[in-house]
């Protein structure tokens, strides 16, 4: 396993109207950041906030290159981000519970926080169609170029770790500075990752090594 503190290359926020930073996604242009009661997209090129969806926004958020998914509550919505309707909804699998949520391979991966495990999820369902145990809490979950990347929140500590998506091993590991926690993640495709802050109500981008 590869360690070194992570690169953070710029940070967004706050905002007056969002207290908490939930879930994060990326759409391609924008990043879609949770805050409770919306959805909200900014523009990462001008840190401004351009549009928002009155949806439940409890955690996760990720984008499966049409829709916007969203962890509220128990349940996970299937959003229209044109529109801002809901679609359709399943169980979410900690009941509750859930963290981080992402897209890859046609399926959703979605993070519970203190069982530590990221479960693959059937997208139409709900059905769990594998687990991945971790050894530390699991925040914000995100696939990259077949790298499977999760994010973990202890105490006053986090870090962003890629792990063996069959074994959970850990490969390499990203440690943020001592209090900035992180409460969702999500690449952009390319060299870096957006990272929600929590109650610090801050987004914060931080380089992908490789």
């Not at 840190?47 to 499966?64: E, L, P």
Request: with cysteine; hydrophobic share 35%.
């Amino acid at each position: 396993m590869t360690r070194k503190p992570a690169e953070i290359l710029r940070e967004y926020g706050p905002w007056p109207d969002i207290e908490r930073v939930h879930g994060v996604t990326h759409d391609g242009r924008n990043v879609w950041l949770a805050s409770g009661d919306r959805l909200t997209a900014l523009d990462p090129a001008t840190g401004t906030t351009v549009r928002s969806i009155a949806v439940a926004a409890h955690a996760g958020t990720a984008f499966d290159g049409r829709h916007l998914f969203q962890i509220a509550e128990d349940r996970i919505q299937k959003i229209d981000p044109e529109s801002g309707r809901v679609l359709a909804t399943i169980p979410a699998p900690g009941g509750g519970a859930d963290s981080g949520l992402a897209w890859a391979e046609g399926t959703l991966w979605v993070g519970q926080y203190r069982e530590r495990r990221i479960h693959q999820v059937d997208p139409e369902t709900g059905a769990i169609l594998r687990t991945i145990d971790s050894n530390r809490f699991v925040t914000g979950v995100t696939w990259v170029e077949g790298e499977l990347w999760h994010a973990t929140w202890e105490g006053d500590e986090s870090e962003l770790r890629r792990i063996d998506p069959l074994t959970g091993a850990v490969l390499d590991s990203l440690d943020m500075p001592t209090g900035e926690g992180v409460s969702g993640l999500e690449s952009d495709g390319a060299d870096r990752f957006y990272c929600g802050g929590g109650s610090s109500g801050t987004i914060r981008a931080v380089r992908r090594p490789g």
